[in-house]
């Protein structure tokens, strides 16, 4: 069977420069998809044309819009590059021009062509799970995302604070910390054992 090796990360994009290479649908989805887990995202977004819908949001965060020609120069400075133009040939372009310079890039719809995924993530406060199909399937990773949407409680975010505050309160060393929090949070997996058992 064929295992999944990427390396799950959770990048702080507000710390990082963001280069979106496009302006169409896809451009507009990867943008949406970006500021709905990171609202705070430092963004540019290179096309010779956008979507006045992809405008009016660039306006509510913090992108900005160049209307140009791609060009290796808009990589200067760039940590994570996205490439979802509809012309195949500029996509592997900016693929190259990103391996060159060792920036991580993503070409929408051509696995072969990324050093990373955005995969399905479920939000809930402080908490975040991310869901990745290796690129093999985004609609499984969407179904899953509203999964996960459906059984992970709103409240969890209350019990990641007391957590947080219980954890500032122990004593002694890493080890025993750790286990104290694993005592503390047992009740989680054993009230789902308990559920199945009734079942």
């Given at each position: 069977?064929?295992?999944?090796?990427?390396y799950p990360i959770f990048l702080k994009v507000s710390n990082l420069n963001v280069l979106i290479v496009g302006g169409g649908n896809v451009g507009l989805e990867k943008l949406t998809f970006l500021?709905?887990?990171s609202p705070n995202a430092q963004v540019q977004m290179v096309a010779l044309?956008?979507?006045g819908e992809t405008v009016e949001l660039a306006k509510k965060h913090q992108v900005e819009i160049?209307?140009?020609?791609?060009?290796?120069?808009?990589?200067?400075?760039?940590?994570l590059v996205v490439a979802c133009t509809d012309k195949p040939e500029i996509n592997e372009q900016v693929y190259r021009d990103c391996r060159e310079q060792s920036i991580l890039v993503n070409v929408a719809d051509n696995p072969p062509f990324c050093d990373f995924y955005m995969g399905g993530i479920v939000t809930k406060g402080n908490v975040k799970v991310a869901i990745s199909t290796n690129g093999k399937s985004p609609t499984t990773a969407k179904r899953l995302r509203q999964f996960f949407e459906d059984v992970i409680p709103d409240n969890i975010d209350d019990?990641?604070?007391?957590?947080?505050?219980y954890r500032?309160?122990?004593?002694?060393?890493?080890e025993e910390k750790v286990e104290a929090l694993n005592e503390f949070t047992r009740s989680l997996v054993d009230k789902k054992d308990n559920r199945e058992n009734q079942d």
């Open positions: 069977m064929e295992r999944n090796e990427l500021l709905k887990s044309d956008f979507l160049v209307k140009e020609r791609y060009h290796k120069k808009f990589l200067q400075g760039k940590h019990l990641v604070q007391n957590l947080n505050e500032k309160t122990l004593k002694g060393n890493f």
